[in-house]
């Protein structure tokens, strides 16, 4: 089933998890996982938060995670978010 979490507690095992699965994928492509890659992939992927949906922007590191396309950008490389050197 689903259900729905707030806070850091519940955010982190989620990240986690999603970060864990893009590295991963990076090494399915033979590419050596990047940490530094994931995480601006995490953030360049994330929806921004909107303040008339949600009060408390101020909370959202990036915004809202969207998996679909962090797994995009990892999957097609083409605006160099997941290829090259470690920024």
Do not use: Y
Request: charged share 20%; hydrophobic share 35%.
């Amino acid at each position: 089933g689903l259900s729905r979490g707030t806070g850091t507690s519940f955010a982190t095992a989620v990240v986690s998890g999603v970060a864990a699965l893009l590295m991963s994928l990076e090494l399915d492509q033979g590419h050596a996982p990047s940490g530094r890659r994931i995480k601006q992939t995490l953030l360049q992927s994330c929806d921004p938060c909107r303040p008339e949906s949600h009060e408390l922007c101020s909370v959202f590191l990036g915004g809202r995670l969207n998996v679909s396309r962090a797994v995009a950008s990892v999957l097609q490389p083409s605006d160099g978010i997941s290829q090259g050197e470690d920024r």
